[in-house]
């Protein structure tokens, strides 16, 4: 299986000569694939049901002839301004029903009947017209779902929201399991239910967490609504839609992946931070698990974006590694935005694979050199015996506001205990509430504030048959209502962690605990120990020397507690006593990462780096320049 390689073509922005050399240079560069039409929805539909596709005809035409294949969009991303202006139904509301406009993109309500109308009708005609062209190998839903308008209040949100609750509760069930009774909020009447607009304060939180289901499900529903019209029309077309990353918070990602052929992601990383690759290889593997399957980097920038208050370049080499840091995590295709970088509009300062300067840049080299390495390749199957638990409810439920400290985020959470396995070079899967747990040595649950009842049963049962599971701090709070246990914290997994945490501590200062001088932040967890034992106590305060870190044997398997937080090198230090997995040890930042028959060496740092790599009992002098990427054989 070849490896797809190639970028986000905007063919509409340039002649027709510029086309022609386009297929030129595409081919020195190795171009295999184009995702095309991504923004082409006002070029398709000039007015409303009158359409041109000479254009699209054209370059379907060209790209086959040239044998590069075609990742064909929807162009719902954005709608043209006369559907804007036709039908006041289409653009979103803010929280306090001010209109968002259009002039941008994803500047529509995804509730809006028209928009999906309108939308319906386009993919249909798309579908049809090129259900057969041989340049067709991929199907490209809308654009970065959630980017930019990830939420509406309108008056066609509130009502299919009170349809959306109709759906699932009663009214009785919806007071209960909301509180209704605090702050006078009983509902009487379906019609009674708003979206959580702007307020006098804060709003129910209950009504906030099923408002961020629903507005996950209704973005949901538009791509559902072009995913069956073009899986009736070509069933054997592979459909993606480009995620955004970890942390893009409204969609329940999980949720879409079981409508989705192949899960593609746009990687963007801070290259002035240096845990930026260790972020960047976090998501790559959350992508991944996500189906369980190989997964596209759909797009990333070939030097600098344009986004941030400074846009420094990439170094020489930098592109290239975080491409392969992609195929080391099981990537299919290596992908950009965009293939020419583009003289006007928002996006002219972000790089693209032939610069404004042209084919005789570093930009344009360097994209060459990886289209030629990537055509000798083929995917690398990635397998891992560690896993962390990601729920997107738990996420939402845990970053409302108020509540005991803003400091507790959830991926903050995730990537503190990652960080331990990157730095190991350790491969870590993710895992969701109905995965099956029984091929993994360790399961770690960073944060577990919202417990649900399937996952409490299939951790008690991995643990059981002998597993070990490591749960972090302010766990085991509330259900999936988002309302306190009335058995007190932990109580659905008291009997597995053999504790009970009878209060907490947010902290303003730091604490310490009695295991290798360790300081913890942020958070203490006040524990009475069952069953379990103490690892670690805490040093001062009101709660010293009770335990801070506990261990329980719970059948064949064990169970961890960490009742507290602590920066990335103590957290380091604390999980090297529980994790029994040998890594391999390399320098920070550089990623050593084993599958298969291969071993990839990734610096993904500014220096040259030498140390002893030691795997399988083999011992190797490795020097890797900076930025640079070594590919070995056992």
Known sequence: MKIIYGADYNPEQWSKEIWLEDMKYMKEAHVNMVNLNIFGWAILEPEEGHYDFKMLDELMDLLYKNNIDVDLATATAAQPAWLSMKYDDVLPKDQSLNTIWHGSRQSYCPNSPNYRRRAIALVRKIGERYKTHPALKMWHINNEYSDHTHICYCDNCARSFRLWLESKYTLEEINERWGTSFWSQKYYHFSEIIPPRQTSADHNPGLVLDYKRFMSDSILELYLMENEILKALTPDIPISTNFMGNDNKPLDYYKWSN????????????????????????????????????????????????????????????????SMQGIAHGCLGIMFFQWRQSLKGAEKFHSGMIPHNGVETRTFKEVCSLGKQLENMTPIEYKAKVAIYMDYDCWWALEYEPGPSIDMKYMDSIRSYYSYFFHHNIPVDFVFENSNLDNYDYVLAPNMYMIKESFSQTVHKYVKNGGQFILGPFSGIVDESDSV?????????????????????????????????????????????????????????????????????????KSFYIGTCFNEEEMNKLLSSIITIKGIESPYNVEVITQGDHVMILNHTNIDQMFELCFFHNRSNITIKAHQTILLKK
Request: glycine share 6%; hydrophobic share 30%; aromatic share 10%.
């Open 485 to 557: 246990f009335k058995e007190g914290y932990l109580s659905t997994i008291k009997d597995l962690m053999g504790i009970s945490v009878v209060g907490y501590d947010v902290l303003t200062h730091s604490n310490s605990i009695s295991y290798k001088e360790l300081t913890c932040i942020k958070w203490c967890d006040e524990i009475k120990l069952f069953t379990a034992d103490s690892i670690a106590d805490y040093q001062s305060d009101y709660y010293k020397e009770t335990p801070a870190v506990t261990i329980n044997q719970y059948g064949h398997g």
């Open 259 to 322: 409508s989705i052929d192949i899960i593609s992601w746009d990687s963007y990383p801070d290259i002035t931070k240096t845990e930026s690759p260790m972020n960047n290889a976090l998501t790559h593997d959350l992508m991944r698990s996500l189906k369980q399957s190989g997964h596209i980097l759909m797009e990333q920038a070939p030097n600098q974006v344009n986004w941030r208050k400074r846009n420094p370049n990439k170094r020489p080499g930098e592109m290239n590694t975080y």
